[in-house]
């Protein structure tokens, strides 16, 4: 009996149990819990809480009234629990209060969306039991547009090798400084001031070329920027509802070396390095665009030189150098071959220097300027270097559009002149409201001695323009003669000239000339020496002779190395201007300098402070001896030349 009353009871709870599990279902925005297995080893008499929290809203603007947020609380059986059972509600955005007491099994808070946007969860728990509800706070109306990024800000135009595109990010946020909501649409332009070149914007995939539309995501929206052909900077404007607007600038740089900006410059102009091997001496390139602005660092530039040796060996950078802010630097060395041996090929010309092997000691390696032309050289101390690099041809870029137009716009040439006038009639193909002709190369690149409308060998080549080859113009004639180094570009075994066609991709040359000058000339030296005038003088009483020295340089007629010093001392009489010194130069100088007879003394009287004027007289005339000197020992960088004196005298009364 006992045992099936035991049985009875086990089969009732059972039941009991079957019957209490499960859940049910509230309209709004509530959360519904899924069924609870209990675990057998719990007792039937703990207490299982079911909370479930809605509200009559799924989303709210900013800063909009408080609202209601129910958390019904049952026990497992879906009863109402005791009154007054304590909820405690928390919330990452907005205010919530905190804490409720439940009446009639429902706890009531009080929900305020402050002023930010997004997304907030509220969580309502009584002990270890929550549930949970999210409520979307949208944000207000836009209020700024935030340069968010721009990758790169530095780009290179089309087909420079640089990066060519820019991505540019926007961050959109409303008047509370929230994130918009998504898919708010932004309309992207190029400023009003475009380049030219052809640039176009891309947003969400489509390129449009000036204009495109792009919508943001958590407040986020990009555009990419595509360069042209012109370089420069350029601006991306974001727009919202036509209001507000935020301005990104990129900045497009052409990288291609340009000819007419290739240039060239030395520490020093003159160096010692026909006495001393080892002087050294920068030499510089300096290297830009079209547009004026500094190729990209790292842009590869070559030297050769004529004489001495030129590179940076340490390190393996041999004869070639890169950039760094536009500037590639190498170093010329003072070797052999130097002076005098540094005069090219003869060649028939009215100026140079003789070089023929019949001269003798006298003659050789002096300068001649005739009215008939002779086998001559060039200066027996000029090195002749020369940088090249890969760049464009320079040209005069008519329409602004970056690229060599080969022909003009059409017009009407009504009056049968073959040049455009203005009220012509004329096709505007690129819109600009103006006639645009074709381009043309800054220079015509030679000089077109026989008229034939083409280069021929010999003719003078221009440094600007239409390129020819790179070489060495040893003789220093201007002019490519047979025998002189050049580099095969081409690798066709000839020299080439300029070839009347624009290119823009070509090797881009620029050279200049560094003196290796030697020992001093003096007053006897060949092939050059110093004159002096007069050569015999006599001082009258109370006078002053003027002299003049020429030629001050080396024995070829070159300047001596800066801050050499030449000094002029006396025995008799007063010198003035008796000092000067050389500046940096690769061209002999002359000097003036005055000896007067010992004028009259002034002095003033301590007693009286009247003036007293004592002027001394010579019982006979003098002999009196005049010693110029040059002393170039001083500088070690440049090296120095060496020492000469000479002398003059005469009588002074």
């Not at 602005?293 to 030129?310: A, K, L, Q």
């Not at 005038?533 to 800066?562: C, H, M, W």
């Not at 003036?611 to 500088?635: A, D, F, G, M, Y």
Request: contains cysteine.
């Amino acid at each position: 009996m006992f045992f099936l009353r035991k049985v009875l009871f086990f089969l009732v709870l059972l039941i009991l149990l079957n019957g209490c599990i499960g859940g049910g279902s509230e309209e709004n925005n509530s959360s519904n819990p899924n069924p609870i297995d209990i675990p057998v080893d719990i007792p039937v008499s703990e207490n299982i809480i079911v909370i479930n929290v809605s509200s009559l809203h799924d989303s709210l603007p900013l800063n909009s009234k408080d609202i209601s947020i129910n958390a019904t609380v049952n026990d497992i059986q879906g009863n109402i629990i005791e009154d007054g059972t304590v909820v405690n509600f928390t919330t990452n955005l907005g205010i919530i209060t905190e804490s409720v007491p439940t009446y009639n099994g429902i706890a009531e808070a009080m929900f305020t969306p402050d002023m930010q946007s997004g997304i907030a969860t509220i969580t309502a728990n009584v002990g270890s039991f929550t549930d949970t509800l999210s409520i979307i706070i949208r944000p207000g109306k836009v209020g700024t547009i935030e340069i968010s990024k721009v990758e790169p800000r530095v780009i290179g135009v089309v087909g420079s090798g640089l990066v060519q595109n820019s991505k540019i990010e926007f961050l959109v946020k409303d008047k509370l400084g929230n994130m918009v909501a998504d898919n708010t649409i932004v309309k992207f332009t190029l400023g009003t001031t475009t380049l030219g070149g052809k640039e176009t914007i891309t947003a969400d995939g489509i390129t449009s070329g000036k204009e495109a539309e792009g919508t943001t995501n958590n407040g986020l929206v990009s555009v990419t920027l595509n360069s042209g052909a012109v370089a420069g900077n350029i601006d991306v404007i974001a727009t919202v509802d036509n209001e507000i607007s935020t301005i990104a600038r990129v900045t497009i740089v052409s990288s291609f070396p340009d000819a007419d900006h290739l240039s060239l410059a030395a520490e020093f102009l003159n160096i010692a390095g026909g006495v001393t091997f080892g002087l050294q001496d920068n030499i510089t390139a300096y290297v830009g665009d079209r547009f004026g602005n500094i190729v990209p660092d790292g842009t590869t530039v070559s030297f050769i030189t004529e004489g001495g040796t030129i590179g940076k060996s340490i390190g393996g950078g041999a004869f070639t150098t890169t950039t760094e802010f536009g500037q590639a630097t190498a170093i010329l060395q003072s070797a052999g071959p130097s002076t005098p041996s540094l005069g090219g090929e003869m060649t028939l010309r009215y100026a140079g220097f003789n070089c023929a092997d019949d001269f003798d000691d006298k003659m050789n390696y002096l300068y001649v300027n005739d009215t008939e032309p002779q086998n001559l050289c060039g200066n027996p101390g000029l090195v002749t270097i020369v940088a090249y690099t890969t760049g464009t041809e320079s040209f005069i870029d008519v329409n602004g559009n970056g690229i060599f137009d080969v022909t003009g716009e059409k017009f009407t040439d009504s009056n049968n002149n073959n040049r455009f006038d203005v009220g012509e009639s004329f096709i505007d193909d690129n819109g600009n409201n103006q006639f645009d002709g074709a381009d043309r190369h800054t220079d015509l690149g030679f000089v077109d001695s026989n008229n034939n409308n083409k280069w021929d060998m010999g003719e003078i080549i221009t440094n600007k323009g239409d390129m020819s080859e790179p070489y060495i113009d040893a003789n220093d004639n201007k002019i490519f003669d047979l025998g002189e180094l050049y580099v095969d570009v081409n690798d066709d075994g000839n020299f080439n000239g300029p070839d009347g066609i624009f290119q823009a991709n070509i090797t881009i040359w620029q050279d200049m000339r560094i003196l290796f000058s030697a020992h001093p000339a003096s007053v006897n030296t060949t092939p050059v020496a110093i004159k002096i005038t007069p050569t015999e003088f006599s001082i009258s009483k109370r006078g002053k002779q003027t002299f003049l020295i020429e030629n001050i340089g080396d024995i070829y007629g070159n300047a001596l190395v800066k801050d050499t010093v030449l000094e002029i001392k006396t025995n008799n009489g007063l010198l003035v201007n008796n000092r000067y010194l050389l500046e940096d130069s690769q061209n002999n100088t002359s000097f003036n300098f005055t000896l007067s007879n010992n004028p009259c003394e002034i002095s003033i009287d301590k007693k009286t402070q009247e003036k007293i004027t004592i002027c001394s007289t010579r019982v006979e005339p003098e002999s009196v001896t005049i010693t110029i000197s040059i002393n170039s020992t001083n500088n070690d960088k440049q090296g120095n030349n060496g020492k000469a004196e000479f002398s003059v005298s005469g009588i002074i009364n």
